[in-house]
C-alpha cells in the first residue's frame, strides 16, 4: 500500500476522539482575530516577542519546553473567548474539522473555571458548546458529550463550586455534561487532592475521567483510580513503569486516552515511536488516539494517527482492535455504539488483506 493509500485508509477508519480540549482548538489566527474583536489586549510584543503575529506564536508553539509551559500559552490564548458566540463557533471548527478526519463521535473537555475566573459566565460557555454540538449532529451525523474539566492546579474548593454550579443547572442529570475531568499542571496536584468532588459524583452516577501519568509518575494513575474512582486515564503513558498496574488497566478494560503528538511537543517523549502503544496492545490495553490540543501541538486527531502508523507499522487488525476499543470506552449509549462497531466492521471488510 501506498503512503498516500494508508492515509486514504486511517481517515475512512471511524473514529471517537475522547481527549480534546476544546479551548486548545484555537488556532493563532482565530486567536487574533477574536482579540481585535473583542477588544481583548496579548501580551505586549516587549515582554513576549511571540506575540507579534499568528505566524510568531505558531513558532512558539512548536518550542514548548513542559505541560507549565504549554498552559502559560493556553490560557492566554482563552483569554479572547468571551460571547456564546465565540465558543460556538470555536465548537463547530472543531466539530467540522474532525468530521473530515472521520470522527463519528467526540467527547470534549471544557475548562469552565478558565472562563468564570475572568468574568465568563459558565452558562455563556456551555450555551454555545451546546449549540455548535446540535448543529454538528445536524450537518454531519457527529454526535458528542461535554466533560466539565477541573484545574487541578486551583483549590478543591474551587472544582467543588464549579461542580455545584453545573450541578444546581441540572446539566449532569439532563445529560447536558456526560462527565468530570481533571486536567492543567499535574506534579504537585495529585488526583486525591479532588477526591470529594470525584465521590460526589461516583454517587450521583456522573461519569469521570482524569489526566493522570502524563508528566507525573505511574501512582498519579492509580492514585486517580484507587482514589477517584476514574472510568478512564487521560494520557497514561507511565503506565509502563508499573507492569502490575498496567495489567489491571487492561483487565478492566478502563480506556487510556492516549495524545501521541502532544506527548512529542510537551516532551514527555522525545519521539512518537517511544510510546508505549506495542506493549499497550500485546498486554490488551483499551486505548484511542487523539489530539489534546491540535491548534498548539501541530496536528488534529488524523494526524495522530498517521503518525502511529508511521512509527508503529500497526496491521489491519491492530487498528480494528483501538477503533473497537474506542467505542466500547465510549460514553454514548449502547445503540450507538452497535452503530459505529458496525461502521468499523464494514470498514475492516473494505479493506481486507491491504494494511
Ligand atoms: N494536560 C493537562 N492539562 C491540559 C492539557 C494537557 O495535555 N491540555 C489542556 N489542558
Ligand atoms: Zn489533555
Not at 62 to 73: A, C, G, K, P, Q
Not at 230 to 259: F, N, P, S, W
Not at 324 to 353: F, M, T
Request: aromatic fraction near 10%; proline fraction near 3%.
Amino acid at each position: 500500500m501506498t503512503e498516500a493509500a494508508i492515509q486514504q485508509c486511517l481517515h475512512d477508519l471511524p473514529k471517537c476522539e475522547h481527549h480534546l480540549h476544546i479551548e486548545g482548538s484555537l488556532s493563532p489566527s482565530l486567536l487574533f482575530r477574536l482579540a481585535d474583536t473583542n477588544k481583548i489586549s496579548l501580551p505586549a510584543i516587549e515582554t513576549d516577542p511571540s506575540f507579534a503575529s499568528p505566524e510568531a506564536l505558531e513558532g512558539r508553539y512548536t518550542r514548548f519546553t513542559s505541560l507549565n509551559d504549554f498552559l502559560h500559552y493556553y490560557y492566554i490564548g482563552m483569554s479572547v473567548l468571551i460571547t456564546t458566540a465565540d465558543f460556538e463557533s470555536l465548537a463547530y471548527e472543531y466539530f467540522a474539522r474532525a468530521h473530515n478526519d472521520g470522527v463519528h463521535h467526540a467527547e470534549i473537555f471544557f475548562d469552565p473555571q478558565a472562563h468564570t475566573s475572568r468574568g465568563i459566565a459558565y452558562e455563556t460557555v456551555v450555551a454555545g458548546l451546546g449549540m455548535a454540538q446540535k448543529r454538528a449532529e445536524k450537518d454531519f451525523g457527529l454526535t458528542s458529550k461535554l466533560i466539565l474539566c477541573f484545574l487541578r492546579h486551583l483549590p478543591a474548593s474551587d472544582a467543588k463550586d464549579t461542580y455545584q454550579a453545573a450541578e444546581a443547572l441540572g446539566h449532569f442529570s439532563s445529560g447536558v455534561v456526560a462527565g468530570i475531568g481533571l486536567d492543567s499542571s499535574e506534579v504537585g496536584f495529585p488526583p486525591e487532592i479532588f477526591k470529594e468532588v470525584y465521590e460526589s459524583a461516583s454517587k450521583a452516577g456522573i461519569r469521570r475521567t482524569a489526566h493522570a501519568g502524563e508528566e507525573g509518575d505511574s501512582t498519579y494513575i492509580s492514585r486517580a483510580l484507587d482514589l477517584c474512582s476514574t472510568e478512564r486515564i487521560d494520557h497514561g503513558i507511565r503506565l509502563v513503569d508499573d507492569d502490575a498496574l498496567l495489567k489491571r488497566v487492561a483487565k478492566d478494560k478502563t480506556l487510556v486516552t492516549m495524545c501521541p503528538l502532544s506527548n512529542v511537543r510537551l516532551r514527555c517523549v522525545t519521539k512518537v515511536a517511544e510510546l508505549p502503544i506495542r506493549k499497550f496492545l500485546t498486554e490488551g490495553v483499551r486505548f484511542s488516539i487523539n489530539s489534546d490540543d491540535p491548534a498548539y501541538f501541530g496536528g488534529y486527531i488524523l494526524d495522530n494517527y498517521i503518525a502511529v502508523q508511521e512509527a508503529f507499522r500497526l496491521n489491519l487488525k491492530e487498528w480494528k482492535f483501538i477503533a473497537d476499543g474506542a467505542i466500547e470506552g465510549s460514553w454514548c449509549d449502547g445503540e450507538r455504539k452497535q452503530v459505529l462497531l458496525e461502521k468499523v466492521e464494514q470498514w475492516a471488510e473494505s479493506y481486507k488483506g491491504t494494511l
